[in-house]
């Protein structure tokens, strides 16, 4: 018990640290918006993701992937390939893990895009999705108190 504190501890450091030293860097680098002409490795590099993702040939072959792969987890889960009861229950537990975060994504950016197709801005967006991502979780954990879902 106290070493996964002292873990959880050190891991909550190193990630403040990190999003300290992270907010610096940007900081210290900070350019007025319009006087640099040259397009920064940024600007290039969210160009050719840009590019690349609007492919149909990414998306069909990302869903194929995350198809196959979680019923290949699930079937792990479930079948006798000899695995230990313990990692079968794991393996079923991120099966529904990985679901869950797949139902919730489609929320927050369903309600995303319909916010930024009603003409709002980004900030808007995130809010609207966060808000619908959020009311997801609460919709889990009021589920989990009333019929126990979970474990």
């Not at 640290?17 to 210290?28: D, E, N, P, Q, S």
């Not at 792990?76 to 797949?102: I, K, Q």
């Amino acid at each position: 018990m106290v070493s996964l504190t002292l873990l959880s501890t050190a891991l909550m450091g190193l990630l403040a640290a990190a999003t300290f030293l992270a907010v610096a860097k940007v900081g210290a680098r900070r350019t007025a918006p319009g006087t640099d002409a040259s397009h920064d490795r940024y600007a290039v590099v969210v160009g050719a993701l840009r590019d690349f993702v609007r492919r149909p040939v990414v998306w069909a072959v990302t869903f194929v992937v995350v198809t196959v792969g979680i019923g290949a987890v699930a079937l792990l889960a479930v079948g006798s390939f000899g695995l230990p009861e313990g990692l079968s229950g794991s393996l079923l537990g991120v099966t529904y893990a990985a679901v869950g975060l797949l139902v919730t994504g489609f929320v927050f950016l369903g309600a995303y895009f319909s916010a930024r197709g009603r003409g709002l801005g980004n900030a808007h967006g995130v809010a609207a999705g966060s808000f619908a991502a959020g009311l997801v979780f609460l919709v889990l954990i009021a589920v989990q108190l009333l019929v126990g879902v979970i474990g």
